[in-house]
């Protein structure tokens, strides 16, 4: 097999990212708190390679943001219960291989 699955997804994937640049321009940049997390999933994303991993950077880093400024009522529910399974799927692989 030539290239693997990487090269079929990879035009997919191309477009996806070209789409996704399109809303840039919409993000208040100014405000810090919604732009470092949306800062965190346009770089997350490329440096990861994983289309999750930078969602759930962003989603981490709001959250937190939120709850440093005091604003944790303007935190959806929904948002803290993302927020907690994404730490948990970033740290339970590093559990699982100190327990071995």
Known sequence: MIGGSTSIT???LIVVGF???AGIKDI???DFENAFPAFLVIVG???TYN???GIGLGFISYVIIKLLNGKSKDIHWL????SALFV???VLPT???AIG
């Open 10 to 12: 990879a035009g997919a």
């Open 19 to 21: 789409l996704m640049m």
């Open 28 to 30: 208040p940049w100014a």
């Open 45 to 47: 994303i490329p440096l």
């Open 51 to 53: 289309i999750s991993y």
């Open 79 to 82: 948002m803290y219960v993302v």
């Open 88 to 90: 948990v799927a970033f």
């Open 95 to 97: 559990i699982q291989a």
